[in-house]
């Protein structure tokens, strides 16, 4: 009998780790001159990392502009239930970009901070809610898709 209360004590301590998030996160894109901002809000603690990507439209046909001015990629943080960066694309040509925005357990160059892979697990099992999706290496992650044109 004594033997069995240690573990329950535990059990009962990881139940409340396992339980499902759900997950709020949204996202604004603008460009203003030829500075693109990303703004969006999110019920994630702060600290946690939002990823961003960003694809011209003309990435897979132009071969005489470097792939630097047409993809690049980056992260910012959670403060006050908020997230923000302001990315300059001066060099790029005009035309549509793709705005890429999303809260994923796992990234391939940026961690989540410990205490947001125990919220919601390390390969994201943990999350719910809206615009959730499942990544080809079975991580649930919550992404978020815009476009803004770019003029000269």
């Known amino acids: 009998m004594f033997k069995i209360a ?5 059990a009962a301590v990881l139940a409340g780790t396992l339980v499902a998030r759900h997950v709020s996160l ?10 693109l901002f990303i703004e969006g809000t999110t019920d994630l603690p702060d600290s946690t990392v939002i990823e961003w990507e960003l694809r011209h439209e003309s990435l897979n046909t132009r071969r005489d502009i470097p792939i630097s001015r047409m993809a690049t990629e980056g992260h910012t943080v959670v403060r006050g239930h908020r997230y923000r960066v302001a990315v300059d694309l001066s060099s790029w040509p005009a035309g549509q970009v793709e705005v890429w925005v999303a809260f994923q357990p796992l990234s391939y160059g ?9 919220l919601f697990g390390r390969n994201g099992e943990w999350i719910e809610g809206d615009h959730v999706s499942i990544h080809p290496a079975h991580m649930r992650r919550v992404e978020l898709i815009d476009h803004v044109q770019l003029t000269r």
């Open 6 to 10: 240690p573990a329950l004590c535990i």
């Open 26 to 35: 949204t996202s604004s894109s603008r460009v203003v001159g030829r500075t």
């Open 110 to 118: 940026t961690r989540q901070p410990a205490f947001v892979s125990q």
